[in-house]
Structure formats: C-alpha cells, structure tokens
C-alpha cells in the first residue's frame, strides 16, 4: 500500500488553548510520559509533545481522546503513519483512564 493510499481509522486533530491546554483527537496509546515529555502514539506516528510542568487530564483510548495541562514548548511527529504501537492500541496507561 502506497501513503497515498492510507486513510486512518481515526481522526487526528490538536487544539491548543494559551500553551498551557491541549486536546488531541486521535490518540491510539500513551508510550510515555513525565512533566516534561508525553510520546502518544497515533496513526500519523509517534506524537511528541514537550513542555514544562505537564499533566494529563483526560485519556480515553476507547474515542481516541487526550487532554494535557501544562506550559507546551512543542510537538514533533516521528515515524511512519502506519507504524502503529507493537502493543495494537493498547498502551500501558489504557487501562487506568478508562
């Protein structure tokens, strides 16, 4: 299958309120997290977000929705859209936010 022709099952989106609250649409899993780096992984890949005091407020792998509080310095995309978790969706925080 060429990356044209991938069409992911969820909708990926990012709102970003003042660099201090975020929402993400779209979220397959957490793969890591302390306050100052979260690695989401989505179907447009690895999700990086960077900041200062970061906490999550929301997850819910079911719909795919993330919300984090904090002061944000950036996102960075890495890997392959296709290149999903090896765990299938299921992250090791999945079941503690449902």
Known sequence: MDDKDFS???DHEIHVVNREHIT???VLNVESFDDQEIVLDT???ALTVRGEDLHISKLDVEDGDFAVE?????FQYSSNPRARGK???RGFLSGLFR
């Open 24 to 26: 993400i649409r779209g």
């Open 8 to 10: 992911p099952a969820r």
């Open 43 to 45: 179907e447009y890949g």
């Open 87 to 89: 765990r299938g969706g």
């Open 70 to 74: 904090g002061l944000v310095h950036g």
